[in-house]
């Protein structure tokens, strides 16, 4: 297992993101592309001391980029949505 704290890369911040929050109690996360749903449950749960729930993972495709006469592709990363446990919250650094 990895470093935990290397395993949650960084929240993500997204209008989607921010309603399933909001409504769903959700939190997205992007995590490493290695990572499995045991490793990130308990990272959140060692990290923010909250209880989750369950968590999905997506694995992102990158998009395919041109400049110019150069074609190349953009990083494929994964995506975890950590779905919290009734009762709990999780304030992450948002708002200005």
């Known amino acids: 297992m990895a470093d935990i704290h290397e395993l949650l890369q960084r929240p993500l911040y997204t209008e989607k993101g921010l309603n399933l929050k909001e409504k769903e109690n959700k939190i997205v996360f992007r995590v490493k592309k290695n990572a499995n749903k045991c ?38 990363w994964k995506k975890a949505i950590v779905t919290l446990k009734k009762g709990e919250k999780l304030e992450l650094g948002e708002g200005a």
Do not use: M, P
């Open 39 to 76: 490793e990130i449950k308990k990272a959140v749960e060692k990290i923010f001391k909250v209880k989750v729930d369950d968590v999905n993972t997506i694995n992102v495709l990158g998009k395919k980029k041109r400049q110019g006469k150069f074609s190349g592709k953009t990083s494929d």
